[in-house]
């Protein structure tokens, strides 16, 4: 189902605008300065260059979303298992892994818009309950933080509802 990819796509691709400018604004608000800067460079220039990567050179996409995604995986994991170790990380410097869950999801759709939808789904919707289980297990369990993880489901099971219906998971001619 065509339509179902290109919705899930366009809710992330929408939710990365929405969002990007948002945590900008955010950012910009609580850190001015250079320091402000480092800290948008630090997810907004790994976001354009994932995407870019996913979309024209899926072939280097993979590897490296693949190490990004099972390193913001396992610090959800680490944050749901030591939740007081986390507070103070998430009380000095905000929500830090919610931010490269945000980060990875726009990369993550353009790559299984066409390939591997059913991996990149289950990523996604794995990505999803790890940080609502995080983040309900810690104390800053805000509600900004849940916003981040709805849209990201969304598209997750969007995905999976794509790869069953197309029948035609993994492409075989990457380029």
């Given at each position: 189902m065509e339509n179902v990819r290109k919705l899930a796509l366009y809710l992330v691709l929408a939710y990365a605008v929405v969002g990007g400018l948002v945590t900008i604004n955010q950012t910009l608000a609580d850190?001015?300065?250079?320091?402000?800067?480092?800290?948008?460079?630090?997810?907004?220039?790994?976001?354009?260059?994932?995407?870019?990567?996913?979309?024209?050179?899926?072939?280097?996409?993979?590897?490296?979303?693949?190490?990004?995604?099972?390193?913001v995986l396992?610090?959800?994991?680490?944050?749901?298992?030591?939740?007081?170790?986390?507070?103070?990380?998430l009380n000095s410097n905000g929500p830090i892994i919610t931010t490269a869950m945000f980060a990875l999801t726009a990369p993550l759709a353009i790559y299984g818009?066409?390939?591997r939808t059913r991996f990149v789904a289950l990523i996604l919707i794995g990505l999803s309950a790890l940080n609502a289980l995080a983040t309900s297990n810690t104390e800053s369990g805000e509600s900004s933080e849940l916003v981040i993880t709805i849209p990201v489901l969304a598209a997750g099971v969007l995905f999976l509802i794509a790869s069953f219906v197309d029948k035609q998971d993994d492409s075989v001619e990457e380029k």
């Amino acid at each position: 189902m065509e339509n179902v990819r290109k919705l899930a796509l366009y809710l992330v691709l929408a939710y990365a605008v929405v969002g990007g400018l948002v945590t900008i604004n955010q950012t910009l608000a609580d850190h001015s300065g250079l320091f402000g800067l480092a800290f948008t460079s630090a997810w907004l220039f790994p976001m354009v260059i994932g995407c870019w990567l996913a979309w024209r050179r899926p072939m280097i996409a993979f590897p490296l979303l693949m190490i990004w995604s099972m390193s913001v995986l396992g610090l959800l994991l680490w944050q749901s298992l030591a939740p007081s170790w986390w507070n103070t990380i998430l009380n000095s410097n905000g929500p830090i892994i919610t931010t490269a869950m945000f980060a990875l999801t726009a990369p993550l759709a353009i790559y299984g818009y066409k390939r591997r939808t059913r991996f990149v789904a289950l990523i996604l919707i794995g990505l999803s309950a790890l940080n609502a289980l995080a983040t309900s297990n810690t104390e800053s369990g805000e509600s900004s933080e849940l916003v981040i993880t709805i849209p990201v489901l969304a598209a997750g099971v969007l995905f999976l509802i794509a790869s069953f219906v197309d029948k035609q998971d993994d492409s075989v001619e990457e380029k």
